[in-house]
């Protein structure tokens, strides 16, 4: 073959493939909004705004998690307030601070979890709500608000909560764990998903020993290294983007994941349970924070009222049920969506028991011991 | 002052290298530079670097540490060695399977009708198409528990009625390494093809005149001559399988710590921009240093260049 000829062939290929991509953006080009009841491309009717904000930006950028904010949602925001919104997503808090702190970011939102908060505070990221703005901050149940990540919510109001936990396929097993020393059961030896969550398994595995999620004594640490590099080879894969998919195609039996990812586990297979482990499950909270340079504050205050509204936020239920802390949100549901609401309460995994709450343990930011749980990380899958 | 550019080839040279030398001081020399400062730093508690000069980075990737876990002066632990020793292992395994692979089907294709080889050629380029990541999670579909290979295994063994046990393929080192091979074959299938297809095939013809037989005919002629494209496809091939990380982690459940995730964990989730730099520059160096010894014993392989 000459090599004209296959210089020609690569041509045609990159006009091909840019003549697709040609074709995929205008598939997504949007319509003018129309007068009258403001409808999304699902058919969702979008509810006006309770607590209107006067906003002179036309443009909202927001860095959220993959896969957890309903395009319903989005779209009502757009239609309603006539702002566009920019959406970037991440997958774990440290890409987002990586990403934030590295400056010049030009985002206006992000949905820290609880741990991370206090480090971006201290590294002036984020920047003081002004609450006279918020009034939308009535619609929280106070369980939820007034964290010891942030104290009298100064940076931040609460999105969606959950848990990190066991959950286990009961067909598939012959004893169901109970609590995190149970992993260490030989029995589950090479079928085990755990999340790629280095605080949260080395959490497991400090509270399995009787000590703090959050330990700092590198004694404690040293002996939490030994007992996880015990389970280590017990584990069949590590996943935090999809740990459901192992679960659901049978590749494992149990593990630990977080609240959705057994939810809809055990959508598609009923067998699969979740256990709230009795040395107590990994709480957490995902919160909406403001950065310091954020470019267009009014359009942030606008989205946070609009979208915690009640008729709004409601549809988490629907599209992300996670532990919903917008009381607004849940009343709204019980009154027009009877069965969402149903399920959310009484599925224990959405609804978490108030023993597990109580019982649970929250991870925090350890500072200069933060290598150090690295280091347990990297030794014991590296052995 | 045209006129005179006109006329000057090596001004013109230099104009036309300017946007590439600019790009290139930009986005390699200066990075490179900051990562070289930066690894000689220290931690803050939140992760931040603070730029002094010392060599703990280095120190502790070396294994020696002061830091003991039994009141020792010093002690040593091989982690690190350990990690690195595994990433090299596992691109010379796969660099040896991809030419063990690469190379009778580029030769298929070289000896093939000129009118063939550029439907077989087009068919090795296809699967570039599309995205790197959707390749790998295509061979999670084919090698799970319940995924394509083990149903139709499953299908003949019923068939024939044997008791079947589905196969453990996918989270294993095995499908770390067919992922491996399968991202990287293209890019030794095509240097190689490159150089066979030069050789002069009145060279087989002068061989036979002279009482050579097919395997010493390939091992005195075809072989020596298409040493530059194996050359060539091991330099492609060796050095991004050093650092990628992706396909161990897809196919093999993040079980395994490769050179390539240890850096990535410093710069999120250890937030140790220093650790992180010191190490990328030691992976960098050791790439270098094989690749050194390599093309100079086989020469650098013109054929990165002709491919």
Known sequence: MSKSNLFKMLALFVIASMALAACGNGAQATEPAADGPKVTSTGFECPAAEFPMEATSTELNIFVWTEYIPPDMIECFELVSGIKVNRDEYSSNEEMYAKVSAGGSNYDLVQPTDYIIALMARQSLLQELDHAKLPVMANFDPNYLDFEFDSGNKYTIPYQAGTDAIVVNTDAVETVPASWADLWNPEYAGRMVFLDDSRAVIGATLLTLGYDVNTTDPAQLEEAKNKLAELVPNVKLFDSDSPKTALIAGDVDLGITWTAEALIAQQENPAIQYVYPTEGAILWQDNWAMLTDAPHTDAAYAWLNYTMQGNIFWMMLRDFPYTNPNKAALDFAKENYADLYDAYMASPITNTPAEAVQNGHRISDVGDATPLYDDIWVEVKGQ | ?307
């Open chain 2, 1 to 307: 002052m045209l006129q005179r550019l006109r006329e000057n080839k090596s001004t013109q040279g230099t104009l036309l290298a300017l946007p590439t030398t600019v790009w290139l001081f930009i986005l390699l020399i200066i990075p490179l530079f900051l990562t070289l400062v930066i690894s000689f730093g220290k931690r803050s508690p939140d992760g931040n670097v603070i730029y002094t000069f010392t060599l703990n980075n280095y120190i502790r990737l070396s294994g020696y540490t002061t830091d003991c876990p039994d009141g020792q002066a010093t002690c040593f632990d091989p982690l690190y060695l350990q990690i690195l020793g595994r990433s090299l292992s596992l691109a010379f395994n796969t660099t040896a399977l991809v030419i063990i692979m690469a190379y009778p089907l580029a030769y298929f294709i070289a000896r093939a009708h000129p009118k063939q080889r550029n439907m077989f050629l087009f068919m090795v380029l296809i699967p570039l198409w599309t995205n790197f990541v959707i390749r790998v999670y295509a061979w999670m579909m084919l090698l799970r528990k319940e995924g394509a290979i083990n149903i139709i295994i499953g299908w003949i063994a019923n068939f024939l009625h044997i008791p079947f046990q589905p196969f453990e393929m996918l989270y294993t080192p095995g499908a770390v390494l067919v992922g491996m091979v399968y991202e990287f074959l293209p890019f030794m299938i095509l240097p190689i093809f490159t150089s066979l297809e030069k050789i002069d095939t009145s060279l087989y013809e002068a061989a036979a005149d002279l009482g050579a037989n097919s395997i010493k005919t390939f091992l005195r002629v075809t072989l020596p001559l298409s040493m530059p494209g194996v050359v060539a496809g091991t330099i492609l091939v060796f050095i991004p399988v050093m650092g990628t990380f992706i396909v161990s982690d897809i196919l093999g459940g993040r079980q395994v710590i490769l050179v390539g995730n240890l850096i990535q964990r410093q710069f999120l989730d250890a937030r140790d921009p220093t650790f992180g730099s010191a190490a990328s520059l030691i992976l960098m160096i050791m790439t270098l240093i094989v690749t050194y010894f390599y093309t100079r014993k086989f020469g650098f392989g013109e054929e990165i260049v002709a491919a």
